[in-house]
């Protein structure tokens, strides 16, 4: 795990202290014992900061036969820890440093809301009205990759339920991306062998490489883009060893044409490789246009699928 550089020792993977006061516990914080309390200083203040919400249920139906509505508040250093949370209504809420752990969220919605360093450890959510993109600086990839997986995976069965594909394809997307953090974070695990570091450095790689090409299947315009340069790659390639593959091109267009027509496998003949080399290399395009395009039709159909 060290690697010697000059007669100095680097560390290869460095690990980060996993504790943060703020975001696992209320220190000195003050109890709300009941639901009527809640509400009293939910009507008499704005910021709401270092509270405990003790019950275990938080029901917006409790005294009224509406949904609780709780509008422009700042909660801090709050927990909502272990609780059941039903049929709340906040809108443009901020929530920094607030414990949700093993929250459950039933028949509630978020509206323009943001959620700051919050811990989501194990929460549910059920019928729940979410933007996905309320949870871009919630956690820390370094320090709560397995969080981001159960909160994105809760996230992405609950808009499957409710039938949001937007939001199911952001939450997806970010399932796979906070996949890929905890495989970073698993290589630099000491418990586990050099042959379980090597092949979850291996995965971590796999997960990457598909991420930067094409979003893990999900994001159209980086797979497209992926396309877009592997054209011009080989182009460059086919008029560069244009006498080695044996090819007829005078000029770069020539070649641009040559390749993008034998990666859609059109393959006119009028342009076509006398050297070994050339017909190999124009095989390893068709196979690899084979691939991308159909990336891109995948893509595509996720887009217009019902």
């Not at 008499?44 to 029901?59: A, G, Q, R, S, V």
């Not at 933007?131 to 600086?137: G, I, L, M």
């Not at 971590?204 to 299947?217: C, R, T, V």
């Amino acid at each position: 795990n060290l690697l010697v550089v000059g007669g100095t020792i680097v560390s290869i993977f460095k690990r980060e202290n996993p504790y943060d006061p703020l975001f696992w516990k209320v220190e000195n914080g003050t109890d709300i014992d009941e639901f009527d309390d809640f509400l009293d200083i939910l009507e008499k203040n704005t910021t709401l900061k270092k509270l405990i919400y003790k019950p275990d249920l938080l029901d917006g139906k409790q005294k009224y036969q509406y949904n609780l509505s709780i509008e422009d508040k700042y909660f801090y250093n709050f927990s909502f820890n272990f609780t059941t949370i039903r049929n709340v209504v906040f809108a443009n809420c901020s929530f920094e440093y607030v414990k949700f752990r093993e929250a459950k969220f039933v028949d509630c919605q978020f509206r323009n809301c943001k959620f700051i360093k919050c811990n989501f450890l194990d929460a549910n959510f059920v019928r729940v009205l979410i933007d996905p993109t309320s949870f871009k600086e919630c956690l820390d990839k370094k320090l709560h990759s397995n969080i981001g997986v159960k909160l994105y995976q809760k996230l992405l069965k609950n808009y499957r339920d409710e039938d949001q594909p937007e939001y199911e394809r952001y939450a997806q997307y970010q399932f796979y991306k906070w996949k890929r953090y905890q495989d970073w974070r698993d290589i630099s695990d000491d418990k586990k062998s050099p042959w379980e570091r090597f092949l979850k450095f291996c995965n971590w790689g796999a997960k990457y490489f598909l991420d930067y090409f094409n979003g893990f299947g999900l994001k159209f315009w980086r797979t497209f883009r992926s396309l877009l340069i592997i054209i011009l790659v080989f182009s460059y390639i086919n008029f560069y060893f244009k006498f080695e593959f044996g090819l007829c091109l005078e000029t770069y267009w020539d070649s641009i044409y040559f390749t993008t027509i034998s990666m859609t496998t059109l393959g006119y003949g009028d342009i076509t490789p006398s050297q070994l080399a050339g017909k190999l290399f124009a095989s390893f395009q068709t196979v690899v246009g084979f691939l991308f395009f159909g990336l891109v039709a995948s893509v595509l159909f996720r887009r217009v699928a019902p």
